[in-house]
């Protein structure tokens, strides 16, 4: 007897009429017109059955401080870095807690059940590190929380910065983070990156490293990023965040860049909502749009993921743990509106940073756990345009969450009584 069977699904990759069976928080077969007896059974009557939502990257520390001490009057990413040092010396361990269980819970009702957060490791207190690992186990139930150490004001440009990040591995957090364009010269930019790398070689952790965000044409950290992973044989395992300066860079460099990103397996994230709100603020106009080539990076191979990176914060007053709107605005800043180009946004936002997150036992396959979506859609393309309803959110095959359809009532002559969109 199982202990699930869900029957009429059509999966990402267009089957339909698939059944998934799920016993003891596993799926143990997925096939077309499943019939098997089942404590529960549920009919998805055709619409979208998904993997969750992943974010590949996130800030769990400072989210939902949003005008804290005051709002970012220039929204540029260097106005929101001062900000946040503003903000820093007033926070404390019960704040960050909440506010971050607050956020997981947001997470969990759209749908998405697995976060990759940086966490700001300048300060000699590590005070972000220790509520967010708080967090981590909190949340662990219900929401797979990796933690990035992110040394936000410079690994080299803050007294003790390697030091501190250094002690918040030892504490456990899981990756080797960066911000080489934000130290205080181009080769302070390169040693950290090798630095960070070295460190991650030597403890075998991953790396993931805000890199080149920027509107300038010239930060070429990604360049060493790649050099440093193919050097240490970390193929596979090092991520490159935002590289928001690739969208500037001449075409012939980048001719050349994006085949070393491939040679060295770099992952890649973009932050659509975030990079097309902080970059250009220099432009007059035209006003550049400042995400990275993600078409062009797909094309060659690497793995692109699209991260909601901040919600309502000192860089973002938006926002709302939602994946779906993440992968919208990814669609048009990139452009990515063909039906095959859709559908590589839906897996920006489900499959890809699954990988990069290294998330076992992930996707809807025998062996893998039972977590899954049904969404208020028909296809990926659509769950996209629709900012689809989440209407139920499974873990290891519990329910965790459930959402109404969203059907309009509607009062008008001659018309049919309601409207639900699909
Ligand atoms: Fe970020």
């Not at 699904?9 to 019939?35: C, F, K, N, Y």
């Not at 820093?88 to 997470?107: E, F």
């Not at 059940?113 to 700001?120: E, N, Y």
């Not at 002690?167 to 911000?179: E, F, K, P």
Request: proline share 6%.
């Amino acid at each position: 007897m199982l202990d699930l069977l869900v029957r009429n699904a059509t999966l990402p990759d267009g089957r339909t009429r698939m059944s998934i069976a799920i016993q003891d928080g596993r799926i143990i077969e997925v096939a077309e017109g499943l019939a098997a007896p089942a404590h529960e059974t549920l009919d998805a009557h055709g619409l979208l059955v998904s993997p969750p939502f992943v974010d590949a990257h996130f800030h769990l520390d400072s989210a939902l401080t949003y005008g804290q001490p005051r709002v970012n009057a220039s929204g540029t990413l260097l106005e929101g870095i001062a900000l946040w040092g503003e903000l820093k010396p007033t926070l404390t361990h019960d704040a960050i807690v909440q506010r971050a269980l607050q956020y997981c819970d947001m997470a969990v009702a759209r749908g998405l059940l697995a976060i990759r957060s940086h966490v700001d490791t300048s300060h000699p207190s590590l005070l972000p590190v220790q509520a967010l690992l708080e967090v981590k186990q909190r949340v662990a139930p219900y929401l797979d929380l990796q933690l990035v150490a992110f040394p936000q004001d410079g690994l080299l440009r803050t007294p003790d910065g390697l030091h501190n990040l250094q002690r918040a591995l030892d504490l456990g957090v899981d990756v080797v983070g960066g911000i080489p364009h934000f130290e205080r010269t181009y080769a302070q930019g390169t040693e950290s990156i090798k630095l960070l790398c070295e460190l991650a070689a030597e403890r075998g952790k991953r790396v993931d490293m805000h890199c080149d965000e920027s509107d300038d044409p010239h930060s070429r950290h990604v360049e060493t990023l790649a050099f440093q992973t193919q050097r240490l044989g970390l193929h596979g395992r090092v991520t490159g965040s935002h590289l928001t300066s690739m969208h500037s860079m001449d075409n012939y460099y980048v001719s050349k860049l994006i085949p070393l990103m491939a040679e060295a397996g770099l992952g890649v994230v973009a932050n659509p909502l975030i990079n097309i709100t902080l970059q250009g603020r220099h432009d007059t106009y035209p006003k550049r749009r400042g995400m990275t080539r993600v078409p062009e990076l797909l094309a060659a191979g690497l793995t692109v993921a699209f991260g909601q990176d901040c919600v309502m914060d000192p860089w973002y007053s938006g926002g709302s743990a939602d994946m779906l709107e993440v992968a919208h605005m990814g669609l048009h800043v990139g452009q990515m509106s063909s039906q095959a180009a859709m559908r590589q946004c839906f897996d920006a936002v489900t499959v890809n940073p699954a990988k990069l997150l290294g998330l076992e036992h992930y996707g809807l396959v025998p062996g893998a756990h039972a977590d899954f979506l049904l969404l208020h859609a028909c296809n990926p393309a659509d769950a996209i345009r629709l900012r689809a309803a989440r209407l139920g959110v499974w873990r290891r095959g519990k329910r965790l969450a459930s959402s109404p359809a969203p059907v309009v009532q509607l009062h008008l002559p001659g018309r049919p009584g309601g409207v639900n969109f699909i």
